[in-house]
């Protein structure tokens, strides 16, 4: 059964992006060779995000100039981006802009995607919304060391422990990297 | 060597936040501790701690000490306690306790004499932690992260500490908690390996060296 899972490094208060939407306090951890990401995207069939972080990962990695990058990080597989306001598409890019309710979206994935499994890249609003619909099954954060003290937040939601079941705990170098189940 | 060590040990959501919008800690009682709490272990090495007024006033009223003050001597016994408050908070009959207000550091200094060569704990919340830390005299956090996220509330520690002053040395689950220690600062500086030998090597029934 495909997973539909949210998989993001976080402060260990909450933020995925500072108050002036960087990263750079991210990048300063060591994180080894980051094979834990390419373990987890060999599964990954399909994949979401919001507009910022869409313009975040085009700005950062500056792909209008450079586009072929995208396809070295993911391949063939094919990008969601929500926007309520209209993107400029990047050539070679396997990204379709879509908007509204994440279920038609989602059920759009699922296909594409051919049985494997479903990313939400963030942020936390947008993926709030797959959690709303029910649509979430798995958290996966990689909590940097690292507090921020404000930002964007991982999940502006209310998940009970009713709701949420811790499934593993582990360090990678300076990195916890906890799994949880969501229900 | 043996670190006397000012440690930030607290349970918290996943997103950060260490009581709810409504200042409760209900979503936090309902989450599965396995066999053993750790929290014994570590009062056992305390011989001081610290907390703000509204966590004061929230321990007052949970386990209704002004009632029954016992509860308070059952959970933390003799050890002194300092109560950071602009305000008249009521004591808890014969415990031993003080109220004070000002700079952390001069009250950081007495909490170390009186600890005796034990570990200085700091309850929260999050803003009176920052205080110790913008002051350099947080050493170590320790967090039980409990399978919840809350979306808003009381923050675990407003103030950016970045990689460099923190060193992540332990994580391990118990139950449905996943455990997160941290070096920081000097500890942090001394680098990963080091930062978590000297901290797990302190026993606490040793006389200790107090480095500072």
Redesign the interface.
């Known amino acids: 059964m495909p997973k539909t899972s949210y998989y993001t490094a976080t402060t260990l208060d909450g933020y995925i992006a500072d108050a002036d939407n960087s990263l750079q306090w991210l990048f300063e951890a060591d994180s080894g060779d980051n094979s834990e990401f390419a373990d987890f995207f060999a599964s990954v069939g399909a994949f979401a995000m919001g507009r910022t972080t869409w313009e975040w990962v085009i700005d950062h990695e500056d792909l209008r100039a450079d586009p072929g990058k995208w396809h070295g990080y993911y391949g063939d597989v094919p990008a969601w981006v929500f926007s309520n306001r209209p993107l400029e598409p990047v050539p070679g890019v396997d990204a379709r802009f879509v908007r509204g309710d994440v279920r038609p979206v989602h059920a759009e994935m699922t296909a594409a995607a051919a049985g494997k499994d479903i990313w939400l890249v963030g942020g936390g609003e947008l993926v709030g919304q797959f959690a709303d619909a029910g649509l979430l099954d798995e958290l996966i954060v990689g909590v940097a060391p690292v507090t921020l003290g404000g930002g964007a937040p991982l999940l502006p939601r209310r998940l009970e422990s009713s709701r949420l079941t811790l499934t593993g705990a582990r360090q990678v170098h300076q990195f916890a990297y906890l799994t949880y189940a969501v229900s | 060597m043996i670190v006397v060590k000012t440690q930030y040990y607290t349970a918290t959501?996943?997103?950060?936040?260490i009581a709810?919008s409504d200042n409760s800690l209900d979503?936090l009682f309902?989450?599965?501790e396995g066999t053993d709490n750790p929290f014994g272990a570590f009062f056992a090495g305390v011989g001081a701690f610290a907390m703000g007024a509204t966590t004061y006033e929230w321990i007052l009223a949970n386990d209704n000490l002004l009632d029954e003050p016992q509860n308070w001597h059952d959970m933390y016994g003799g050890v002194p306690c300092w109560v950071f408050t602009h305000r008249d908070l009521p004591p808890v009959p014969d415990a031993n306790i003080f109220f004070i207000s000002g700079d952390v550091k001069r009250v950081h200094e007495a909490m170390v004499v009186a600890a005796q060569g034990k570990n200085v704990w700091l309850v929260g919340g999050g803003d009176l932690v920052?205080e110790f830390a913008d002051q350099g005299l947080l050493d170590e956090?320790i967090?039980g992260?409990?399978?919840?996220?809350?979306?808003?509330g009381a923050?675990?520690?407003?103030?950016?500490?970045?990689?460099?002053q923190?060193?992540?040395t332990?994580?391990?689950?118990m139950g449905?908690?996943?455990?997160?220690s941290?070096a920081v600062g000097s500890l942090a500086d001394f680098g990963?390996h080091k930062a978590a030998e000297v901290l797990s090597s302190h026993d606490p029934s040793e006389p200790a060296a107090i480095i500072r």
């Open positions: 959501s996943i997103d950060g936040y709810d979503w309902e989450v599965d920052g956090i967090l992260v409990a399978p919840v996220t809350l979306g808003a923050p675990l520690l407003p103030r950016h500490l970045s990689a460099h923190l060193a992540l332990q994580v391990a689950q449905q908690f996943a455990y997160l941290y990963r």
